[in-house]
């Protein structure tokens, strides 16, 4: 079955360590989407690429960074010098040809702090 | 960035009740979207929008677009337990190729 796999699904993070949260789709979709989910905050856009090999800032992207070197993976890095990286995080991939524009996402990564 | 907003933030209602729950912005949209989320999970997509006025089912799930293109409407009816979860509305505007999403609309279901 195709999907979108994010894993871990748990992660820790001591402060000033920089952490990786892996996205891999087998869907064949062309655009991949970095989220982050806080309570009450809905679902604010960090990244995204529309192809391989190029990539955008989305509205929060300070203190993180993704690389696209495969269409099927779109890593992103949590770097030291995010202030509050503790969140839900969301991937989600679309087809650009699609009418329907929905996305498919992952079943998300809640990094902690400690 | 901008957000969607979302009303009511929250809901409790009782098992067969129906529920109704809208979205708005400050700018025309050419696409809404509505999205459910389990706890712990990623969102899942329930109905598309794609015209103004467009009125769209998915069961007992009932969605509009909008005349105005600002605001889009969503409304579940004789609800069950396993409508708990958080609501999301979506828009995409022009040709851009991401989503804004709005702050979400949690609902519980009691028996």
């Known amino acids: 079955d195709g999907g979108i796999t994010q894993s871990p699904k748990y992660l820790f993070r001591k402060e000033g360590q920089n952490v990786t949260l892996s996205c891999e789709q087998n869907l064949n979709h062309d655009a991949m989407y970095w989220y982050r989910q806080d309570p009450g905050q809905g679902l604010r856009l960090i990244y995204y690429s529309q192809i391989v090999n190029d990539f955008q800032k989305g509205d929060i992207a300070e203190g993180y960074s993704v690389s696209r070197e495969k269409k099927e993976s779109f890593p992103l890095t949590v770097t030291s010098a995010q202030k509050n990286p503790t969140a839900f995080y969301l991937c989600?991939?679309?087809?650009?040809?699609?009418?329907?524009?929905?996305?498919?996402f992952g079943s998300g990564t809640r990094l902690t702090v400690v | 960035g901008q957000q969607l907003n979302q009303s009511p933030q929250s809901m409790f209602i009782q098992e067969g009740e129906d529920v109704s729950m809208n979205c708005t912005s400050s700018s025309i949209f050419n696409t809404w979207l509505w999205y459910k989320q389990d706890p712990g999970e990623g969102p899942v997509l329930l109905i598309a929008l794609y015209k103004a006025g467009e009125l769209t089912s998915n069961g007992r799930l009932t969605a509009q677009f909008g005349i105005t293109r600002k605001d889009s409407f969503l409304n579940i009816s004789a609800s069950i337990p396993s409508d708990v979860g958080i609501y999301f509305c979506a828009g995409r505007s022009g040709t851009a190729s991401k989503l804004t999403f709005g702050t979400g609309t949690r609902l519980q279901v009691t028996l």
């Open positions: 989600a991939s679309r087809r650009e040809r699609d009418r329907n524009y929905g996305y498919t």
